[in-house]
């Protein structure tokens, strides 16, 4: 069984007129572990004890509930795979790739600053 969003549901908007969508984007990115989990599945597809080894200081159930947040909001695929135990492998749909920019300023800044 393997559970997919369509392919329509990654279609960037190209909006006449851009409105202050800062507040869209932290409900989106907000929570504390999301750049984390968005920077560790840039190199590629991981399941959940991979991404829990490279991200050590994140609880079970931190994890858990922020690949569930950012499945919902389109950011990444969940895909099961009926094996036993049960295999769920997570990668980074168009949208959530289309962060790579954002993270790679926020390193930059953060590089400058702190």
Same mark, same amino acid.
């Given at each position: 069984?393997? &559970? /997919?969003?369509?392919? !329509?549901s990654?279609?960037?908007? #190209? ?5 202050? #969508?800062? =507040?869209? /984007? $932290? *409900? ?6 999301a750049?984390? +989990? ?6 590629? &597809? ?9 991200? @050590? !200081?994140? !609880?079970?159930?931190? $994890?858990? !509930?922020?690949?569930?947040?950012? =499945? =919902? %909001? ?5 895909? +099961?795979? @009926?094996? +036993? @135990?049960?295999? +769920? =492998?997570? &990668? ?5 790739? *289309?962060? %790579? ?14």
């Amino acid at each position: 069984m393997t &559970t /997919t969003k369509k392919a !329509s549901s990654y279609i960037p908007k #190209n909006p006449e007129f851009i409105e202050c #969508n800062i =507040e869209k /984007t $932290l *409900d989106v990115l907000g929570g504390k572990w999301a750049f984390l +989990v968005i920077r560790e599945l840039f190199c590629g &597809t991981l399941r959940f004890g991979e991404l829990q080894r490279r991200i @050590p !200081s994140v !609880s079970p159930r931190a $994890l858990t !509930s922020t690949l569930r947040h950012l =499945e =919902e %909001h389109g950011v990444l695929e969940r895909k +099961v795979f @009926p094996t +036993v @135990p049960v295999t +769920v =492998e997570y &990668t980074l749909t168009p949208k959530g790739q *289309d962060l %790579h920019g954002i993270c790679h300023q926020m390193k930059l800044w953060a590089a400058r600053w702190t």
